[in-house]
């Protein structure tokens, strides 16, 4: 059986790997299959996708016009990989792979670039998808032909989308009560996984952020903690048979913005002393702490506080959220949580109660009264 989405498959009869691709013949006036064989699943994609690119004209000094006829959208999208394997973090380029190889490369693979047409994507793209995916399968297929647009000299439309309106749902946060609980919770029998909390809670940091932190990164004499690092579990593709497993991988925030340094409180520096400090992570030891643990020893503590299961994100909206309510600047919450832009911050966050409102007024009014007393 083949990868979903490719035309390579697994020869039962010799063990060899082989893959399929079109290519026009001009005496039959249509297209036709041939194949490339190897004893890798990589060898045969390394050859298939030179192959293709061959038969199209891609690699020769065809004019404008006559490779934006033969091309198919899967060599632009192959071409579009390799090429932006080296520029962009390795997760994020896992995840544009596992994007295409998963929605795309079944639903445009074999059409001419010049086929590719909104109406076709609209229809194509299955209803069950949630906004996010769909959003995001338009965002890497818009990539790959703006990348053709410039590699090949053509002017392909970009792909429009009509997203259906959605209410942008509240920001879930742990109430005062839940709060008191936890800490509560934290303060009894602390143990490192209660930390880790406490930081989440206090700082707004990320899962990710948490689990990649070392003691390096703290500076216990002016008080502050600099995030540099973070970890995630990203799919890793086997090159020798159709499975797909997860690795964990330590990389740089998700945003320049992201990498930040944070003034900590005495008082939560202070919690570190129930850590041994004699390995580089402070919450791993060896490694990074592995983010399920995390998330499974969170779940773990709101039960032992007797509250309703969560997720691990939870804290950062809480902590943002008190900010807000206790009257921190949006700039100084804005660079704490790493947001690229203050304008996230303030469309995520800032949204002021009626309580809130009636109190900016009643303070409007006081004003009032007072140049009316001055003008008597």
Known sequence: MGRHGENIRHRKTDGRWEG????????????????????TYAEVRE????????????????SPNETAGNALFSQAANEWLEFIREKCKYSTYIKYETIYRTHLADLLGDCPLTDITDTQMQAEI??????????SIYCVANQILRYANSRYRINIPILTRISARTERKSIETLSIAEQAKLFDCIYTDMDKYKVAISFSLCLGLRLGEICALKWSDIDFSNL???INHTVQRITAMEI?????????????????????????SGELLHMLGKIPNDQPYIFGGEKPLEPRTMQYQFKRILKEALISDRNFHILRHTFATNCVEKGIDVKSLSEILGHSDVKITLNRYVHPTMDAKRLQLEQLIRFYNQICEQAH
């Open 240 to 264: 020798s048979d159709e499975t797909s497993k997860t690795n964990l991988l330590e990389s740089s925030p998700k945003s320049d913005c992201s990498k930040r340094m944070i003034p900590v």
């Open 47 to 62: 050859k298939l996708t030179i192959k293709q690119l061959t038969a199209k004209k891609i690699l020769s000094g065809s």
């Open 224 to 226: 502050t903690m600099t």
């Open 20 to 39: 399929r691709y079109k290519v026009y013949h001009e005496e039959k006036k249509g297209y036709v299959y041939r194949s490339v064989y190897g004893h």
């Open 126 to 135: 299955p209803d069950h998808l949630s906004e996010n995916q769909q959003k």
